[in-house]
């Protein structure tokens, strides 16, 4: 359980991603930080080298993913530091979400696209015909029954579901919703 938390000082968040210790990392867009907020409340800047964070992701090893607004997205290191970009051609990548197979997906809002990327870095288009497709989740997890989920998932925008291999993905998007 989270203590209370302040909003002194955020400025544009975008990205939230939780990692296995409770800890929750925030996307200070408008400040150019990524913020890391204990679940004592106290919060302290995980990064702020990183142009315009936006996106945040964690795989399942705990490495936190961001994406920036130059187009790029960012693998850091446990102290928040980010070395090299783990991808750098996208336009404008909002949101970021893995699946169970360790591949990151990015919502490139500008590209009216969805990528995909294995472990290794190796691109390939996953959805085209989006209207600026913002934020996107997998659920429930696998092996869990919808009916016995306990996630929730919020987005802020019209909901478009995808089938994929009988897991269920979700993106958001600008003004058309396609249900397959």
């Not at 002194?8 to 907020?37: Q, R, Y």
């Not at 979400?97 to 590209?111: I, K, P, R």
């Not at 919808?146 to 897991?167: N, Y």
């Amino acid at each position: 359980m989270f203590a209370s938390v302040s909003a002194s000082g955020v400025n544009g968040p975008v990205g939230l991603a939780f990692d296995a210790f409770g800890n929750l990392f925030e996307s200070n867009t408008g400040n150019g930080t990524i913020d890391k907020i204990m679940p004592d409340g106290s919060r302290t800047i995980f990064n702020s080298t990183i142009n315009v964070p936006l996106g945040l992701a964690l795989n399942e090893n705990g490495t936190l993913f961001a994406a920036d607004g130059t187009g790029a997205i960012w693998k850091l290191n446990s102290r928040g530091m980010a070395a090299t970009a783990f991808a750098s051609n996208l336009s404008l990548p909002v949101g970021l979400a893995f699946d169970t197979s360790g591949s990151l997906f990015a919502a490139d809002f500008n590209n009216n696209a969805v990528f995909r990327f294995t472990p290794t870095g190796t691109e390939t288009v996953f959805a085209t015909g989006l209207r600026g497709p913002e934020f996107l989740a997998f659920g429930p997890p696998r092996g869990v029954p919808e009916s016995t989920a306990t996630g929730v998932l919020l987005l802020i925008s019209v909901l478009v579901l995808i089938v994929i291999k009988s897991r269920r993905f979700f993106v958001s998007h600008s003004q058309t919703a396609r249900r397959s």
